[in-house]
DNA sequence: GCCAATATGAAATATTAATTCCAATCTATA
DNA sequence: TATAGATTGGAATTAATATTTCATATTGGC
């Protein structure tokens, strides 16, 4: 007795992504019409789910009998088990979008341990994403991307909360070969820092309420020198909108009195990554 | 002829939402069986869509027949029909989020302008976090709250595109007031600071491909002196998971070379502020 | 409290779907 | 090219599942 016997059922996949592993691993040993059911089920996952063992062999253009067939040679004992795979596939990612993030939310504040509070960070962190989605405005981007493409030197300018962002942007614009000015607040010479900057640069200022005061002075002072600054805050009534160019309005989801970055991290990144390719596009037409 | 006359379907819910709506609209005026399956429908709508007459009846507490009352009731031929509506919005649900993600991957990889930037570093982040959600292991995570929480200092340490998270991590165990060091490497005392780090202390170390040399090193040396160390590494062969007591296995999606940050800040805050619970909790029961 | 109408339970039946079987076809090898 | 072995198609069989039926119980109106 043990690990042998009757049933020999010890590898047979029970998860779908254990099974699709197994089956994109055989794929190339398997007879003609058994690939072919093979594939129809790896790319109409949902039609295995639902349907019946002749709907889905007519659909793939099979036998029933090689659907069976296949679900045998997998270690199944016939096509419902193997059915029962995918079936389960989709209980586990059922609910919607929506659901899920609801779902999330719900047992967060409910407050059932510590997994609440990692629920309720990644719900948070979703919604933000999908109302930033829902509510950038192109011509605002375009704009920015713009500006920021033509800067000789882009200046960062963020404290506290909205410091890894700043860092972030300026790691990224390194890596892009695009000079970049991060102001940070170790030494005590950001007064002297923003005295450099001139209107041919440009600034990327962050912050979001409670505003730190030190950015908000920072970016006056740079506004005053002419230099073109582009705000990512979270009002129109922002102290950092009224010296802003272009300022783009990120509504961040809160958990537990810790906001998200998410949505202002996918904006950083989308804007410095544009602004790269601007950059790049624009110096191919001046050589051209 | 055509309002009337045979077949008298006009009005039968062919979408869940209408079906819902239908059913809570007659609730009051059902009779008891029939009511409890409908609850039952209404709060395990995954099991109608796939069990069986039998098997749904049997953990509704009710008879088969009574099921099928219930579906003819609402003007379904039978059971059959009324579970295809069960069935489709699990297709639709199912497809809704990803089809959406897939969309916004398909418009951003087709380089559509640069609101294509932006879409795709969306997606990528809610991949990402949709990733993370199903993968973490509540174990690991619990195991790292307690040895964090009952550390005296917590050195964070991270650098390139990991230094953002290292910095949020920062300031949010200053603002719980939980006694921290973030290791930068601005003055190059790195080593005498890792040199203060006991038994006593704990460590979060993060790093992905390519693994900075830096931290690497810096994570064996503080290893060495015996500090506990939490990694947020890519993968089990991360030369971080060597050194780690516990390490979680983040898998980020990328967009344009760059990669999402987005499911390792919220692991990062999650464990920050679970961490900060968990010391108030233990605070509370030594005082008590 | 009685009667009619309605609802329910349980088993019989009809339907549908999965599986098996066998003959036909293809494939690789000597 | 002959032949064994594997693969496939299609129909027959078996299993499962939905539906119907009918006897029994319950409810509401008088």
């Known amino acids: 007795m043990g690990a042998d016997g009757a049933t020999m059922d010890e590898r047979v996949p029970?998860?779908?992504?254990?099974?699709?592993?197994?089956?994109?691993?055989?794929?190339?040993s398997l007879p003609k019409r058994i690939?072919?059911?093979?594939?129809?089920?790896l790319d109409n996952p949902d039609d295995i789910a639902f349907g019946t063992a002749a709907s889905i062999a007519a659909s793939a253009g099979v036998q029933p009998s090689t659907l069976?067939?296949?679900?045998?040679?997998?270690?199944?004992?016939?096509?419902?088990?193997?059915?029962?795979?995918?079936?389960e596939?989709?209980?586990?990612?059922?609910?919607?979008?929506?659901?899920?993030?609801?779902?999330?939310?719900?047992?967060?504040?409910?407050?059932?341990?510590?997994?609440?509070?990692?629920?309720?960070?990644?719900?948070?962190?979703?919604?933000?994403?999908?109302?930033?989605?829902?509510?950038?405005?192109d011509a605002h981007f375009e704009e920015a991307i713009a500006l920021l493409a033509k800067a000789e030197t882009i200046y960062v300018l963020a404290k506290r909360r909205s410091y890894?962002?700043?860092?972030?942007?300026?790691?990224a614009l390194?890596?892009?070969?695009?000079?970049?000015?991060?102001?940070?607040?170790?030494?005590?010479?950001?007064?002297?820092?923003i005295g450099f900057a001139t209107p041919r640069d440009a600034v990327i200022a962050i912050s979001f309420s409670p505003y730190a005061p030190a950015t908000i002075e920072e970016t006056r002072a740079i506004a005053e020198q002419g230099v073109p600054i582009v705000a990512i805050t979270d009002?129109?009534?922002?102290?950092?909108?009224?010296?802003?160019?272009?300022?783009?309005?990120?509504?961040?989801?809160?958990?537990?009195?810790?906001?998200?970055?998410?949505?202002?991290?996918?904006?950083?990144?989308?804007?410095?990554?544009a602004v790269g390719e601007k950059r790049r596009e624009t110096g191919r037409r001046r050589k051209g």
């Open 14 to 28: 029970r998860d779908f992504e254990t099974l699709r592993a197994t089956i994109l691993d055989r794929r190339a």
């Open 35 to 41: 690939a072919q059911i093979a594939a129809y089920a």
């Open 68 to 87: 069976i067939r296949f679900a045998q040679q997998l270690g199944f004992d016939g096509f419902t088990s193997l059915q029962q795979v995918f079936r």
């Open 89 to 137: 596939r989709l209980r586990e990612r059922n609910s919607s979008y929506d659901e899920r993030l609801a779902a999330l939310r719900a047992k967060a504040e409910e407050g059932a341990g510590h997994r609440a509070i990692f629920d309720g960070f990644v719900a948070a962190a979703s919604t933000s994403l999908s109302d930033i989605s829902r509510a950038l405005n």
């Open 164 to 171: 890894p962002v700043a860092s972030y942007i300026a790691y």
């Open 174 to 193: 390194g890596k892009l070969k695009i000079r970049n000015q991060l102001v940070e607040s170790a030494a005590g010479l950001n007064a002297e820092m």
């Open 235 to 273: 009002s129109s009534f922002s102290p950092l909108a009224q010296f802003a160019k272009i300022w783009f309005e990120v509504s961040e989801a809160d958990f537990g009195g810790f906001r998200s970055i998410s949505a202002t991290m996918a904006l950083a990144m989308a804007l410095t990554v």
